[in-house]
């Protein structure tokens, strides 16, 4: 389905197989409604394990370009083993948002490294619940979790996850002014090194 190219092309330090990751790719594609002529490159990082978890989300030249430490999609329980629940789940948040990016609406969102964790986690949030509503589960209250410590435990941190969990953010200023308008709390908290510090890491 998918125009893929996946870097590597075999793995030697995880146990995935390269054809299957192929198709995980287009059962997601599939599931998300996503265009079957999507151009995508997906890169996994497989020196990068748990708990080491980064991803990277891009288009270069009309290609969607993710970048993954092998952690994102390793069974929490056997180290080097795939989890092909998780996987689907980084996939279908990774190319929604890619779409995004793609699109009119989200022509001005700045790359992800230069984007705040307030930022990423609402647009993720956004991501994800699509995901849900395509069937491929996620832990909501972990995530919810999560995006707490980065937006604060506040009135208009809760709204703006509410909204995003409905469908209500369909274009990236309407992100960023969510964003904007939230009230930070003595609880926030950043996440220590950013997604995207692994990947320069790497580099």
């Known amino acids: 389905m998918a ?6 092309e075999e ?3 995880v146990l995935f197989e390269a054809s299957r990751m192929r198709e995980l790719v287009d059962e997601v594609i599939l599931a998300i409604d996503a265009p079957s002529d999507l151009e995508i490159t997906l890169e996994i990082d497989e020196e990068l394990a748990q708990p080491m978890t980064a991803s990277y989300v891009d288009v270069d ?5 993710l970048w993954y430490s092998g952690g994102n ?5 056997k180290a080097r083993v795939l989890d092909e629940e998780r996987a689907r789940r980084e996939l279908g948040v990774g190319i929604l948002r890619g779409m995004d990016r793609l699109s009119p609406e989200f022509a001005g969102a700045p790359r992800d ?3 705040s964790d307030a930022q990423r986690l609402l647009w993720e949030v956004s991501a994800d619940a699509r995901c ?3 069937g491929i589960p996620t832990r909501e209250d972990r995530l919810r979790y999560v995006y ?7 009135d208009t941190a809760d709204a703006a996850y509410e909204k995003a969990w409905s469908g209500g953010f369909t274009t990236w200023q309407s992100i960023a002014d969510a964003v904007a ?3 930070p709390t003595a609880e926030t908290t950043s996440r220590g090194i950013r997604r995207d510090d692994l990947r320069k890491i790497r580099e």
């Not at 125009?3 to 590597?8: A, F, G, H, R, W």
């Not at 999609?73 to 329980?77: G, L």
């Not at 707490?148 to 506040?154: H, K």
């Open 61 to 65: 030249d009309g290609r969607i370009a």
């Open 73 to 77: 999609f390793e069974d929490t329980k």
């Open 148 to 154: 707490r410590l980065a937006c604060g435990f506040s």
């Open 113 to 115: 490294n230069e984007l």
């Open 11 to 13: 793995f030697t330090l």
């Open 3 to 8: 125009n893929l190219l996946l870097i590597p």
């Open 181 to 183: 308008n939230m009230v």
């Open 132 to 134: 849900v509503r395509a």
